[in-house]
C-alpha cells in the first residue's frame, strides 16, 4: 500500500480515537499535558507559537493563558496557501482572532509576524520517534525547517496519549518533532526503549 493511503487510514485510526475522549476524561487528561508541557515550556526563552484547535483537537487554551501571564511572547500561525509555511502573528489573550483561511481562526493580518522559537504543535497521530501525522497539508514540515534556518526552534506536540500509533510512515519531507506530551508522558525524539 501507497505511504499516502497508509497515512490516511492511520490518520482515520487517530481522529476516531481522540474523538472518543470526552468529558472529564477530556478535562483531565488535557490539564495533564498543559502542565506537562508548561514545565518544558518554562525552560525554554523566545516566542512561543501555538495554535487554536480546530475539530477535536487539544485545546491549548490553558496553557496560553498560563504563558501569557507569565510574560511570554505568544504567536498564532495564520494558515497560507497549501505549498506554504505558516506565518505566526503575534497575539495574547483577549486580542482579537478573525476567521482566516480554511476558517480557522487567526490573528488578523495587522498583526506583527513573529518568528517563534518553540513551537507547540497538534500532531492529528504520532509514533514513539515523534514523526507525526497532521491533516496532510504540510504546514508543519515546511515551517520548522523554515524557522531553524533563521534560528533554533524546539518543536513539541502536545497529544492525548491514545492519538499514539505504532508507525508512522516518514517520508524525506516529514520532520520530526523533539518531543510530544501526553497525559502519561514526554516522548523524546531519538530515545530508545
Not at 5 to 31: D, F, M, P, W, Y
Not at 81 to 104: C, E, S, T, Y
Request: aromatic share 6%; with cysteine; charged share 25%.
Amino acid at each position: 500500500m501507497p505511504s499516502t493511503e497508509i497515512k490516511i487510514a492511520l490518520r482515520n485510526q487517530a481522529i476516531a480515537k481522540r474523538a472518543a475522549v470526552k468529558g472529564e476524561e477530556r478535562h483531565r487528561a488535557t490539564e495533564a499535558i498543559a502542565e506537562r508541557a508548561l514545565a518544558r515550556l518554562t525552560a525554554t526563552q523566545g516566542v512561543v507559537g501555538l495554535y487554536s484547535a480546530i475539530r477535536d483537537e487539544l485545546h491549548p487554551g490553558g496553557l496560553i493563558e498560563r504563558l501569557a501571564a507569565a510574560g511570554r511572547a505568544i504567536g498564532l500561525p495564520c494558515t497560507p496557501k497549501f505549498g506554504q509555511p505558516l506565518v505566526f502573528r503575534a497575539w495574547k489573550p483577549g486580542d482579537p482572532l478573525v476567521k482566516g483561511h480554511m476558517n480557522i481562526p487567526e490573528p488578523p493580518a495587522e498583526a506583527p509576524e513573529v518568528f517563534p522559537q518553540v513551537l507547540v504543535a497538534p500532531p492529528v497521530g504520532f509514533d514513539r520517534r515523534c514523526y507525526r501525522i497532521g491533516y496532510g497539508a504540510g504546514f508543519y514540515d515546511r515551517t520548522i525547517p523554515k524557522l531553524r534556518a533563521m534560528h533554533p526552534v524546539v518543536a513539541l506536540g502536545v497529544a492525548f496519549a491514545c492519538q499514539e500509533l505504532e508507525g508512522v510512515p516518514a517520508e524525506p519531507h516529514d520532520v520530526p518533532l523533539d518531543a510530544i506530551a501526553t497525559e502519561r508522558e514526554w516522548i523524546l525524539a531519538g530515545a530508545t526503549a
